[in-house]
């Protein structure tokens, strides 16, 4: 057996790297996109971002939007060039779309 030492984070969600390359990579964020639009001038995160944080969420095992927030910030944090949302604006985006 050998050893190593790493001074990089390591957590318990490795593979959620790999999910979001693939979600970015086959062009899903890009048709979400095209599908439903901008979501207005003062909004920070698009809808792919917001669709793509409930997705990456889910396969870390959350269940409810307050995990995001709770629970899987800090690993959902670790993911490259992907910016954590809240909760709140998770439910907003929720709403925006069920109108």
Do not use: P, W
């Amino acid at each position: 057996m050998k050893i190593t030492y790493s001074t990089s984070k390591i957590n318990s969600f490795g593979g959620i790297n790999f999910a979001n390359s693939i979600i970015v990579n086959k062009g899903i964020c890009s048709t979400i996109d095209q599908l439903l639009g901008s979501r207005g001038i003062r909004a920070e995160y698009s809808y792919s971002d917001l669709i793509r944080s409930y997705l990456l969420m889910a396969l870390c095992g959350g269940e409810c939007a307050e995990d995001i927030t709770e629970h899987l910030r800090g690993e959902l944090g670790q993911v490259k060039d992907f910016n954590v949302c809240s909760a709140d604006t998770l439910l907003r985006m929720q709403k925006e779309l069920s109108t």
